[in-house]
């Protein structure tokens, strides 16, 4: 390891160098535990600063997530994994800062966005979004004819169970309806930013994480909501 950086309150970001970059490769990729790319030490050639640093910032933030789920008792050293991708259907890779794994805890999977306000908070919906559209897809090995009941009309995939859907051959099942939760964590802002952010992730998100009414020819009679379709949100600080 090496000393990449050292942030105002003390703490040391540390970074893999090429070495220790190699043995955790072979330690981790047996198990199935990807590994990001090297990160290579750059500096400006004019000024000679360190290039780079919101990366350490925002890096250390995740870490610190997963530092403090896993102080809290929900997950296992290795049941966090960083960068995890998620195709859509027009090919986009949409990568979640940390996926958490702990079904002791009651968390089968939860997908986690970490974010220093260096984002607007429309550009959140849009994340959230695109899980919702990749909660939506169909697994490979769906049958034909589900595969041409989906490609009939756009709303067709919410009549196909969650067992045939691509999101089902990644991730554990759920103890609740609904597609794998997102959860939004703010690091280093204020209290009015999150609750403006919030207010936005509500309003603009709502499509994406909110109930709907059962289809039924009694509406008034049913006061339940359905959650199926549905991406879970939960909101919160790093503090």
Not at 26 to 31: G, N, W
Not at 69 to 86: K, M, Y
Not at 139 to 144: E, L, M, R, T, Y
């Amino acid at each position: 390891m090496r000393i990449e950086t050292v942030r105002e309150d003390q703490r040391q970001v540390w970074m893999l160098t090429r070495r220790g970059h190699d043995e955790a490769k072979l330690l981790l990729e047996p198990k199935g535990i990807r590994v990001s790319v090297l990160r290579e030490k750059k500096y400006a050639p004019v000024t000679g600063k360190l290039l780079g640093a919101g990366y350490d910032e925002h890096a250390a933030a995740v870490t610190s997530t997963a530092a403090e789920l896993h102080r809290a008792g929900i997950g296992h050293r290795l049941g966090f994994q960083t960068e995890i991708g998620h195709r859509l259907a027009d090919g986009y890779v949409q990568r979640a800062d940390l996926m958490v794994r702990a079904p002791q805890a009651g968390v089968p999977v939860l997908l986690v966005e970490v974010d220093r306000r260096s984002e607007d908070a429309h550009d959140l919906v849009i994340k959230l979004r695109r899980y919702w559209e990749w909660g939506r897809l169909l697994a490979k090995d769906a049958d034909k004819r589900t595969v041409d009941m989906v490609r009939s009309r756009p709303d067709a995939i919410e009549h196909v169970d969650h067992e045939q859907r691509l999101w089902r051959r990644v991730y554990p099942p759920l103890d609740r309806e609904g597609l794998a939760p997102v959860a939004f964590v703010f690091a280093d802002t204020t209290e009015t930013k999150v609750a403006n952010t919030v207010a936005v992730l509500e309003g603009a998100g709502r499509r994406y994480w909110a109930p709907r009414r059962y289809d039924t020819l009694y509406p008034k009679a049913l006061t339940a909501r359905d959650y199926r379709q549905a991406a879970p949100v939960v909101v919160t600080t790093l503090e």
